[in-house]
């Protein structure tokens, strides 16, 4: 039963995600600059990045995609914090493509982690309370704020 359940999440997410480009493990689907954060580091590269498989979506949204392993059993750390919960992977999202934008996090970059659960949003309410200071301080795992509360005064 469970195989029949994930053959249709994963056609669920094929049939709702149209693909315009496919860079697999190669460069072009995000900015080829570091990612920055709201306090002015650095952060990583994500389209040099080639264990991430990486797309943009017909509506122009960058996306990487890293699979840690099948069982979920990947803990999530954040400064002295770990997620309650394994994880199986984690999605990026460049909402506004890889030729426009910020490239920061909590601007135009946002991630998910993947649980057995489905999708949750980085900064969840789930994971702890102090991802919102995180997010206040560096950008980063700010889109559970943002969806959850629908707003981004995080940047304010």
């Known amino acids: 039963m469970r195989l029949k359940r994930e053959r249709k999440e994963r056609k669920a997410l094929k049939d709702t995600i149209v693909i315009s480009k496919s860079c697999a493990g190669g460069t072009g689907c ?19 990045e080639s264990h991430r498989y990486k797309i943009i979506t ?6 990487a995609f890293h699979a840690y392993n099948a069982n979920c059993a990947a803990n999530s750390y954040i400064g002295e914090i770990i997620s309650g919960f394994g ?19 909590g601007k135009d970059l946002f991630d998910f982690r993947l649980t057995k659960e489905g999708f949750v949003p980085d900064g969840s ?11 206040q301080e ?17 940047l304010h």
């Open 30 to 48: 995000f900015t080829n600059n570091s990612s920055r954060r709201t306090d002015g580091q650095s952060a990583a590269n994500i389209d040099a």
């Open 58 to 63: 017909k509506e122009g949204i960058s996306m």
């Open 87 to 105: 994880y199986c992977g984690h999605v990026m999202i460049d909402v506004d493509g890889p030729n426009s934008g910020e490239n920061t996090w």
């Open 125 to 135: 309410s789930s994971y702890s309370l102090d991802n919102f200071r995180h997010c």
């Open 138 to 154: 560096t950008g980063e795992w700010c889109t559970g704020y943002a969806i959850e509360k629908c707003n981004r005064n995080y």
